[in-house]
């Protein structure tokens, strides 16, 4: 059993670097990547740990993207996995652009909610997200003090993309963070297809049809949001364009506790280490 998608306390998950290689340990993974939004931080501090027990730790990176920016702003998760080599100094730089931008959000959004009355200051939500502060850490600031029941009420009442509080983020275009991807000799892989919430289902081959042309080489078939059928329409979809098939529980942590290391939502998921054997053929 492998897990490919999986966030520590670098972003916006729960777990120290080390924490995540001893729980991954502790059920018996093969293999796993650390896949942190903008950062290799998590992935840079468990490295050692990975390779002193035997662990197949896999460098990943989850980026933000925008699809048909003109049409309408659609966020597309790309995850990029680097089987080969680290990644260079180049995109480690052009992430530290993302981070800015992330941070300039912050800025903004911190000031949106303070308009809607919520008494919150940017400082004590750094404190929590440290140098990567996300929504997931505004959620925990607006529960601590009050504001939200729990994430998805934080999420629902101030930070989701249809909330009185929320505030884009500058985000590349999702054949921009296709090409730097495997600029940096990654993988280029879509996210959790199933967020993309189409429901015309020849609109949606028809979509991913059209990021594999711009260089998309991977599609996550096996994820926590996706059921079996999903499953199946996304291994079909794969095949019909030549795209590799990745999966991964998109373990947070605390922070989402229904989701498992490994085994996703009510054990779900059981990813085999075949899908990493066929991403390093490929």
Not at 126 to 153: C, M, S, W
Not at 202 to 222: N, P
Request: glycine share 10%; proline share 4%.
């Amino acid at each position: 059993m492998i897990d490919l998608h999986t966030h520590t306390n670098e972003s916006d998950g729960t777990c120290t670097p080390l924490e995540l290689v001893d729980r991954a340990l502790a059920i018996g993974l093969e293999a796993l990547a650390i896949s942190d939004h903008d950062t290799f931080a998590g992935h840079d501090q468990a490295v050692a740990a990975a390779r002193a027990y035997g662990l197949d730790l896999i460098c990943a990176i989850e980026l933000s993207t925008v699809w048909d920016r003109a049409a309408g702003r659609r966020t597309v998760h790309l995850l990029g996995y680097f089987l080969r080599q680290p990644p260079p100094v180049e995109f480690r730089t052009w992430l530290k652009e993302l981070q800015a931008a992330r941070r300039d959000r912050n800025v903004r959004l911190i000031a949106k909610l303070q308009s809607l009355g919520v008494n919150i200051e940017l400082n004590e939500v750094e404190r929590v997200g440290r140098t990567l502060t996300g929504r997931p850490h505004f959620a925990g600031v607006l529960i601590q003090k009050g504001y939200a029941a729990n994430y998805e009420d934080a999420f629902r009442r101030y930070l989701d993309e249809t909330a009185p509080g929320f505030v884009e983020r500058e985000a590349p275009d999702i054949a921009a963070g296709i090409q730097r991807i495997i600029s940096a000799g990654g993988i280029p892989v879509l996210a959790h297809p199933v967020r993309l919430g189409i429901r015309n289902l020849e609109t949606e081959e028809s979509i991913i049809g059209t990021m594999r042309d711009a260089g998309l080489l991977g599609i996550e078939v096996y994820h926590s949001d996706q059921n079996p059928t999903d499953q199946a329409r996304y291994r079909k979809i794969a095949k019909k364009f030549g795209l590799v098939v990745t999966g991964g529980s998109d373990y947070h942590g605390d922070v989402k506790p229904r989701i498992a290391l490994g085994t996703g939502i009510g054990g779900g998921l059981n990813i085999p280490r075949s899908v990493l054997d066929d991403m390093r053929r490929a």
